[in-house]
């Protein structure tokens, strides 16, 4: 099972989000965690790799798992780490060979072109309480099939 972080800044009520070629959706900076690194450690390298910046104080946001179905049988299957920061240090590449960065008001992760599942994390990285925790099942064309979704808040009974 592959194992992703990614990582997204809300500055003064903007995002910073990475507009990938493939199907000119958007996402937030992150990609594959390496042998015997952490998640925290894999959302800073690989923020910093995509966007040429260095995010200040990220903190884990959500954890989900994503499945792609090809016809009913599990094609594909990754975790993903969902982090958000407040501030960045450094400006930010405007093209890369990942895609293209842009800043967007928050209010634009109802619409901008991106997986649901990706939509749903990253709204609650931006503006919810506590963590989320969710699971994602997808069709082989990124349709999506299922979403169940639980949140933890720190100190209080469930």
Do not use: C
Request: charged share 25%.
């Amino acid at each position: 099972m592959q194992r992703i972080a990614n990582l997204i800044v809300l500055k003064d009520n903007q995002v910073l989000l990475l507009k990938k070629p493939r199907r000119d959706w958007y996402v937030a900076p992150g990609g594959k965690m390496e042998p015997g690194e952490s998640i925290y450690q894999a959302a800073i390298r690989e923020f910093s790799e995509e966007t040429n910046t260095t995010p200040i104080n990220p903190h884990l946001k959500g954890v989900y798992t994503m499945v792609v179905l090809d016809e009913e049988q599990v094609k594909n299957e990754w975790m993903l780490f969902t982090f958000v920061a407040h501030d960045l240090e450094g400006i930010p590449f405007d093209i890369t060979t990942e895609g293209v960065l842009e800043w967007h008001p928050v209010e634009s992760l109802v619409h901008l072109p991106m997986a649901e599942g990706d939509r749903t994390n990253l709204q609650y990285a931006v503006t919810g309480s506590g963590v989320q925790y969710g699971t994602f099942v997808y069709t082989s064309d990124f349709e999506l099939i299922k979403e169940e979704i639980q949140v933890s808040y720190e100190g209080e009974k469930q």
